[in-house]
């Protein structure tokens, strides 16, 4: 099994910016993606960004590129996610999630989810 625990989330004004934080635990050694999604009030969670545990190679969303970036500290067993010019349009729960496979293959079910970090962008 792999924990993952979200942190960093909170309110922010348009034009702001925040770092989320999501640890993981237990079997990390099976990690192969680390992913962030996101759910907005009403709305389907969706995906914002990816990257491989080993060879760090990103994939974003259209609404996330340019503005978000996604890393990853392999020695603390931390994914990031690194958001600048936010939007009231941002606001919405952030889910880290991991998997053993590749993105590709996920198809909206990744093995592991946080919690969730609610982040909200005033306008």
């Known amino acids: 099994q792999v924990q993952l625990v979200e942190s960093g989330g909170g309110l922010v004004q348009a034009g702001g910016s925040l770092r989320l934080s999501c640890v993981a635990s237990g079997r990390t050694w099976s990690i192969y993606t680390m992913a962030w999604f996101r759910q907005a009030p009403g709305k389907e969670r969706e995906f914002v960004a990816s990257?491989?545990?080993?060879?760090?190679?990103?994939y974003y969303t259209d609404a996330a590129k340019g503005r978000f970036t996604i890393s990853r500290d392999n020695a603390k067993n931390v994914v990031y996610l690194q958001m600048n010019s936010l939007k009231p349009e941002d606001t919405a729960i952030y889910y880290c999630?991991?998997?053993?496979?590749?993105?590709?293959?996920?198809?909206?079910?990744?093995?592991?989810w946080g919690l969730g970090t609610q982040v909200t962008v005033s306008s």
């Open positions: 990257i491989t545990w080993s060879g760090g190679i990103t």
């Open positions: 999630a991991a998997d053993p496979r590749p993105y590709a293959q996920w198809n909206m079910a990744p093995k592991y």
